[in-house]
């Protein structure tokens, strides 16, 4: 049953390779955060008040994760006394380990209050100027904190396995909004600022604390929902993200109730890396997929899993960021088809399989960081971060779902997963272990995975699911008459032959002729002509035309992928559209050039993968 593990090297700490924090022995229940925001710094100063419980008697250290912290102060928040510390060497992947000596006596709970500033440079924000924003009169600032920024914006134990609740007060220009990953408490003004306050009850791991301000508007999407941007877009996103209570419904159907009382998303400027980000109660949301047509809505059902898969039951450690992602994408699957149709799942998990494939294609089979579970000693969880926890995760679900005899039979099994295990941190093992315990008769079956292949070897997948085609088939049909096309013959494509077809398979079709031979230019700009694939809004088609271009080496489409790549920042399109760039010799400084250009506008996230991508960083 246990597969063989390859050998670890030395971590920073026995469980977690990626912190330097000792829950085992003293660890944070609670967080208080007291912040002022200063635009004109750039910084987050303030303090943080840790209520912490020994869970060893003859403990006398807390240990926390820090980067790029001041530390000013350390005290027992409840005597006054202050508190020894060091602060560890700076590890540039890692940061620095905070070690505060604890008071002499005996008590098994303490509150110890640091005060701190944050740098300019924290890695968790971004700042930006009013001219970077849409309405152009107010900065704004947001956070990324996944998967180890957060010790950039607070010194905490900076590690999925602890789980806390939080509240806060944070003091911004009284002309500006504060939201963060919790409840509203209401606010009040304090002469130019002022001061909001947040309580988030259920407990969270650290990279699940979020913080935006600035100036915001909202629209009521439904009863436990608002949708918060700049005023300039939320009437738009009002209309794109109507279904959310739909979604909400649906996924408390599979997964059960839905604990964190409200639902909001806050559609964030173009520089966010992500197309979502699931912060409890305030989903972040890349302002690429306003559509205008709900078409790419999908990135709301999987934040909206995440609320179950991964904020309710968590990974312990990022090297089993699967156990977050893979379900995510497995459930937010389920809900396409409970709202719209089997066959409009099993279509996304072909587009997610061909998503895969590429990435490994990119990465290279062989890279370990392509297994489902990979050895994060040393290594930065930003440069594994990828496609193969979503999809090899996804495909691993839909396989062993298929093996106990479909849906109706894992779908209670799902349920009594995130039961059994909400509000705690877990690893795969324990996940595996449930799944025997749960399936009694079906020991010999689980006995017969290839667990060491699914789990520890690099690449794709050992075995791909059967999926149903029934929608790829017009991608593809039409996909093969295109190639086959003898352009020295009648053209005998019309201006209406994506008229039929969804969004998502124009997408899909686009992803089928890139995953073949390179295409002619002339034979692109027939298709330009006829379907008008250049003026099209969406940001998903526009990107995977923008890529056949470029494989097709058509120099026409260089400015326009340079101009996508720089309006907006999200990782999943900038990423690829560069390394295309760099693989195209005579484009590579062009492409250079226009990143370093852009670079203190992206980011720390974004500017730091797309600098390897472009091989500039390869030793960092």
Same mark, same amino acid.
């Given at each position: 049953?246990?597969p063989?593990k390859?050998?670890k090297?030395?971590?920073?700490s ?8 000792r829950?085992d ?9 007291d912040?002022d925001?200063?635009?004109?710094r ?5 303090t ?7 869970k060893?008697e003859?403990a ?5 994760d820090?980067r ?6 350390v005290?027992?928040?409840e005597?006054?006394?202050l508190?020894?510390?060091t ?6 992947n ?11 006596d ?7 209050e ?8 924290c ?8 001219e ?8 704004y600032?947001?956070?990324?904190c996944?998967?180890?920024h957060c010790?950039?914006?607070v ?12 509240t806060?007060?944070v003091?911004a220009?009284?002309q500006?909004v504060v939201?963060?990953?919790a409840l ?15 309580q988030q ?12 301000v600035?100036?915001?508007?909202s ?7 608002k ?8 009437e738009k ?6 279904e959310t ?6 996924? %408390?159907? !599979?997964? &059960? ?7 909001? @998303?806050l559609?964030l400027p173009p520089? +966010?890396? =992500?197309?979502g ?15 205008g047509?709900?078409s790419?809505a999908?990135?709301v059902?999987h934040e909206?899993s ?7 039951v968590?990974?312990s ?6 156990l ?8 937010e699957?389920?809900?396409a ?8 799942r099993?279509f ?6 061909k998503d895969l494939?590429?990435?490994?294609r990119?990465r290279?089979e062989?890279?370990?960081?392509t297994c489902l579970?990979?050895?994060?000693t040393?290594?930065?969880p ?9 999809e090899?995760?996804?495909t691993f679900?839909?396989?062993? %779902?298929? !093996?106990? &005899?479909?849906p109706?039979?894992?779908e209670?099994? @799902?349920?009594?997963?995130l039961t059994k +295990?909400? =509000? ?6 324990t996940f595996?272990?449930?799944?025997f ?7 010999k079956?689980?006995?017969a995975?290839d667990?060491?292949?699914?789990w520890?070897t ?9 999926f149903?085609?029934?929608?790829a088939?017009?991608?593809k049909d039409l996909?093969?008459?295109w ?8 053209c ?6 994506l008229?039929k077809?969804?969004p998502?398979q124009i997408?899909?079709w686009?992803?089928e002729l890139?995953g073949?031979e390179q295409?002619?230019v002339?034979?692109l700009?027939?298709m ?6 250049s ?11 923008l890529?056949?271009?470029?494989k ?7 400015d326009e ?17 560069f390394?295309?760039?760099y693989?195209w010799?005579e ?7 226009v ?8 980011m ?5 993968v ?11």
């Open positions: 049953m246990s063989l390859p050998e090297k030395s971590r920073l026995p469980g977690d390779p990626n912190s330097y924090s829950p022995q003293v660890v944070v229940s609670s967080i208080h955060l912040w925001v200063d635009f004109s750039k910084i987050v100063s303030g943080t008040t840790l209520t912490v419980d020994r060893q003859d006398v250290h807390l240990i926390l820090s790029d912290l001041a530390i000013k102060t005290k027992d928040e005597t006054g006394q508190l020894q510390y602060l560890g060497k700076a590890d540039p890692f940061g620095s380990e905070l070690k505060i000596v604890l008071s002499s005996a008590k098994k709970q303490f509150k110890v640091i005060e701190y500033e944050t740098s300019p440079n890695s968790a924000l971004q700042w930006l100027s009013p970077q924003t849409a309405g152009k009169k107010h900065p600032m947001f956070s990324q996944q998967a180890i010790r950039s914006l010194p905490c134990q900076d590690t999925p396995a602890v789980k806390m609740p939080y806060a007060e003091r220009p009284s500006l939201l963060m990953s509203r408490d209401g606010h009040q003004e304090k002469g130019k600022h002022k001061v909001f306050r947040f009850p259920v407990p969270m791991p650290s990279y699940l604390i979020a913080i935006a600035g100036a915001l508007d629209r009521k999407i439904g009863p436990r929902s949708v918060w941007s700049e005023k300039e877009f939320v996103a009002e209309y794109e993200f109507s209570e739909k979604m909400l419904k649906t996924a %408390e159907s !599979l997964c &059960g109730d839905y604990v964190w009382e409200q639902y909001d @998303l559609v520089s +966010f890396p =992500y197309g980000m699931e912060n409890p109660c305030l989903t972040f949301i890349t302002p690429t997929i306003l559509a047509d709900r790419l999908d990135v059902a909206i995440h609320s179950w898969t991964g904020n309710l968590t990974n450690h990022w090297e089993h960021f699967w977050n992602e893979g379900f995510t994408m497995f459930v699957r389920k809900i088809g409970r709202m719209y149709g089997e066959p409009t099993n996304s998990a072909i587009g997610g399989w494939a590429e990435c490994i990119t290279g062989k890279d370990p960081l579970i990979p050895d994060l040393g290594v930065d930003d440069d594994s971060f990828s496609t193969v926890p979503y090899k995760g996804h679900l839909w396989y062993l %779902e298929t !093996l106990v &005899g479909g109706d039979e894992f209670p099994f @799902l349920k009594a997963y +295990f909400k =509000y705690q941190s877990i690893t795969s093992d595996r272990s449930f799944l315990e749960f399936f009694v008769d079906k020991k079956v689980f006995d995975v667990w060491d292949a699914w520890y690099p690449g794709m997948p050992p075995i791909k699911p059967e149903d085609d029934s929608l088939v017009v991608c996909c093969k008459r190639i086959e096309w003898d352009t020295a013959t009648d005998p494509f019309h201006a209406d032959d008229n077809m969804s998502n997408r899909e686009l992803a890139f073949g295409l002619p002339e034979k700009e027939k330009n002509e006829l379907y008008k694939m003026s099209r809004s969406n940001s998903e088609i526009k990107f995977q035309w890529r056949l271009g470029l097709a080496r058509w120099d026409d489409r260089v992928a340079l101009k996508f790549i720089t309006e907006q920042g999200r990782m999943k399109f900038v990423r690829p559209i390394r295309d760039l693989e010799k484009m590579r400084k062009r492409a250079i050039a990143f370093e250009a852009n670079k203190s506008s992206m720390h996230v974004a500017a730091y797309v600098a390897k991508d472009l091989h500039l960083n390869e030793n960092a």
